[in-house]
T-cell receptor, first 113, second 111 residues
Framework: DTAVSQTPKYLVTQMGNDKSIKCEQN?????MYWYKQDSKKFLKIMFS???????INETVPNRFSPKSPDKAHLNLHINSLELGDSAVYFC????????????FGEGSRLTVL | RKEVEQDPGPFNVPEGATVAFNCTYS??????FFWYRQDCRKEPKLLMS???SGNEDGRFTAQLNRASQYISLLIRDSKLSDSATYLC????????????FGSGTRLQVQP
């Protein structure tokens, strides 16, 4: 019974295409995130939503658009994919409390050719 | 300067060894500190929180030095299963709850 699930796990696509990654959590958490982990293994926050409201939007190209239809879902749509978008994208969730524990999905490995 | 800096390693140690990692953070207003563990091609998972007074969980001891702005993780009696990347994680300040991750220190425990 997966707590944070992402689909797809693997995505291989051509430059210029548009793709989406979906994330769902069944933990009842209020806050969800998208992180990007590049080839150097550096995990960098992209977006955060709290109860469907965008609260963090780091310096990310506007080709990336998050959407949260409800607090259990946070999707990521990427337009006009570029080679540099190749990375592992992790969805995560946490409660609003101060514990700070992030629960991550298994990651979606995107390869842009 | 990066917000959170770690020695990338790898640290290659024999089974049974004691190994220590350090991590420095740049924002003196940082509030919360954690160590996460990430296995190869897997998601990060919380290993332990780091409290001001220092804390221990079995073979793992975490310490925080606010004056020098560094966090440490000590692993005693290393096991093969401890081989992973250890990520130092900081919550920058109260106004922004997103955790900031260091790039990780890779540990390889050898038989």
């Amino acid at each position: 019974d997966t707590a944070v699930s992402q689909t797809p796990k693997y995505l291989v696509t051509q430059m210029g295409n548009d793709k989406s990654i979906k994330c769902e959590q069944n933990l009842g958490h209020d806050t969800m995130y998208w992180y990007k982990q590049d080839s150097k293994k550096f995990l960098k926050i992209m977006f955060s939503y709290n109860n469907k409201e965008l609260i963090i939007n780091e310096t990310v190209p506007n080709r990336f658009s998050p959407k949260s239809p409800d607090k259990a879902h946070l999707n990521l749509h990427i337009n006009s994919l570029e080679l540099g978008d190749s990375a592992v994208y992790f969805c995560a969730s946490t409660t609003s409390g101060p514990s700070g524990e992030l629960f991550f999905g298994e990651g979606s490995r995107l390869t842009v050719l | 300067r990066k917000e959170v800096e770690q020695d990338p390693g790898p640290f290659n140690v024999p089974e049974g060894a004691t190994v220590a990692f350090n991590c420095t953070y740049s924002n003196s207003a940082s509030q919360s500190f954690f160590w996460y563990r990430q296995d190869c091609r897997k998601e990060p998972k919380l290993l332990m929180s780091v409290y001001s007074s220092g804390n221990e969980d079995g073979r793992f001891t975490a310490q925080l030095n606010r004056a020098s702005q560094y966090i440490s993780l000590l692993i005693r009696d290393s096991k093969l299963s401890d081989s992973a990347t250890y990520l130092c994680v900081v919550t920058p300040d109260t106004g922004r709850r997103a955790l900031t991750f260091g790039s990780g220190t890779r540990l390889q425990v050898q038989p």
